[in-house]
């Protein structure tokens, strides 16, 4: 019997789901990768069309009637299907840009390692309250994975990195999928799950109390102050971790007076007790950001290398 690529599709997961245990077939039934992509990563399908550029203001979702965008930086070379990183910005989810933020400065040394790097916008708090967020930065992968073919990107390795507001953002795209109910708008038929993702500092336990320097506002974000409220439990990174989440990076300083270290402390007890792949870096002096810190140890460039060496080894 001759099978079109739907029924070889179907009849692929249906063997998987048989010879494996349920939690992987969890992730074989969300796929990343439609068949009509291509799955050949020895491909160069359109790389030549981008090499080497950055491409500006791409609009990935138009929304309330706002487009929001973001800039695609191109590797000079590839040997195939090039593989993604995500850039999302912080700002205490109030304010901030693609162009800014902790983590901007690693985007030449990821270009140099071979990586494109799609530093996005979302909807800004208090204009728009979580979870507009995250809905935000999951259509950015499923926009990704629509465009992959045009752009040479690879749509099975795709990662994510931001910092403060921006780490809160790629830790809770790293362990949520479409059963928390943000994934809504277009390119519906895509996933927005990622491979790999690396917190800098950002919250990941929303009821913890910040402290009272923080510029940071629950009410301003979410709608409300009260630390027992639902939404800060639907909100924070630490109420979904699950086994098929993917391997985390964490960075958190040691001097950081905006988000505790026990942040980051929690969100990765939460990922080693649910079996994931995680390291936690403690920075030394590292204040928040890493400004204002001239003895970081590991130093910032340092930070830089370690960051290309997780999504080398995740992505590459």
Not at 270 to 295: C, D, F, M, T, Y
Request: proline content about 8%.
């Amino acid at each position: 019997m001759i099978l079109g690529n739907s029924s070889k599709f179907a009849l692929i997961v249906f063997t998987l789901c048989i010879l494996l245990p349920f939690t992987s077939c969890r992730q074989v039934a969300e796929p990343i990768v439609p068949p009509s992509l291509p799955q050949d990563s020895t491909s160069s399908v359109h790389t030549s069309h981008f090499l080497g550029t950055t491409q500006r203001n791409v609009i990935y979702l138009t929304t309330n009637n706002i487009s929001l965008q973001m800039d695609i930086y191109f590797p000079k070379t590839a040997r195939g299907l090039i593989p993604v990183v995500l850039f999302v910005h912080g700002g205490a989810w109030i304010q901030g840009d693609k162009t800014e933020g902790a983590g901007i400065e690693d985007i030449p040394a990821l270009v140099d390692a071979g990586f494109a790097v799609a530093a996005v916008n979302y909807r800004l708090a208090p204009e728009y309250k979580f979870p507009a967020m995250i809905e935000d930065v999951k259509s950015a992968v499923r926009f990704l994975r629509s465009v992959a073919s045009d752009y040479g990107l690879d749509p099975i390795k795709i990662g994510a990195y931001g910092g403060s507001a921006g780490g809160h953002l790629v830790s809770l795209l790293g362990v949520t999928d479409v059963s928390a109910g943000w994934d809504n708008g277009t390119n519906a038929e895509y996933s927005s799950r990622v491979q790999a993702v690396v917190d800098m500092f950002g919250p990941a336990n929303l009821a913890l109390v910040f402290p009272p320097n923080a510029p940071i506002n629950p009410y301003n974000v979410f709608g409300t102050n009260d630390p027992r409220h639902p939404i800060l439990t639907s909100a924070s990174p630490t109420t979904w971790a699950t086994s098929d989440d993917p391997p985390f990076l964490i960075l958190h300083g040691d001097q950081d007076s905006v988000v505790p270290l026990a942040q980051s402390q929690q969100l990765y007890k939460s990922l080693i007790n649910a079996g994931i792949e995680a390291q936690l870096i403690v920075v030394k002096n590292g204040g928040h950001g890493w400004r204002n810190s001239p003895n970081m140890e590991p130093t910032r460039d340092e930070i830089t290398q370690m960051i290309v060496r997780f999504f080398n080894k995740h992505l590459q």
